[in-house]
C-alpha cells in the first residue's frame, strides 16, 4: 500500500490561486488530484504519469490548474488559478492502485486506490 499525505487548501476569494501538495510513501505509475462536494461523487480533476510526465484534465479544470511532479520527492503539486466558487470541495490526493476510482482524460484512464486524508479548498465570491 501507498501512503499519502497532502497540505495546502484553505480560503481564497474568486480568481484567487493556491497550490496542493502531496507526498507519497513510494513511487507509482500515476497520482491524481480528485474533488468531493456534499452529497455528490467524487471526481478526477488532474492526473499524471510520473514516468514521463503526461497529464491529463477534466474539461471544468482544464486551462486553469495544473498538476506536475517532484519524483526525487514522490510529491505531486496541484496548481490551482482563476479559481471559481464551483471549485469550493474536499481535495483527495490518489495514487494508481489495481482496483479502485476509474479517472479518464481523452484516451487515457488509470484506476486510483490509495487515498490521502482530503484538504479542504474554500473559494468566496
Known amino acids: 500500500p501507498v501512503h499519502l499525505v497532502e497540505s495546502g487548501g484553505g480560503s481564497v476569494q474568486t480568481g484567487g490561486s493556491m497550490r496542493l501538495s502531496c507526498t507519497a510513501s513510494?513511487?507509482?505509475?500515476?497520482m491524481a488530484w480528485f474533488r468531493q462536494v456534499p452529497g455528490k461523487e467524487r471526481e478526477g480533476v488532474a492526473a499524471?504519469?510520473?514516468?514521463?510526465?503526461?497529464?491529463y484534465y477534466s474539461d471544468s479544470v482544464e486551462g486553469r490548474f495544473t498538476i506536475s511532479q517532484d519524483n526525487a520527492k514522490n510529491t505531486v503539486y496541484l496548481q490551482m488559478d482563476s479559481l471559481e466558487p464551483e471549485d469550493t470541495a474536499m481535495y483527495y490526493c490518489?495514487?494508481?492502485?489495481?482496483?479502485?476510482?476509474?479517472?479518464?482524460?481523452?484516451?487515457?484512464?488509470?484506476?486510483?486506490?490509495?487515498w490521502g486524508q482530503g484538504t479542504q479548498v474554500t473559494v468566496s465570491s
Open positions: 490518489a495514487a494508481e492502485a489495481s482496483q479502485g476510482e476509474l479517472f479518464c482524460g481523452g484516451v487515457y484512464c488509470n484506476v486510483f486506490g490509495y
Open positions: 513510494g513511487a507509482t505509475p500515476s
Open positions: 499524471i504519469y510520473t514516468t514521463y510526465g503526461h497529464s
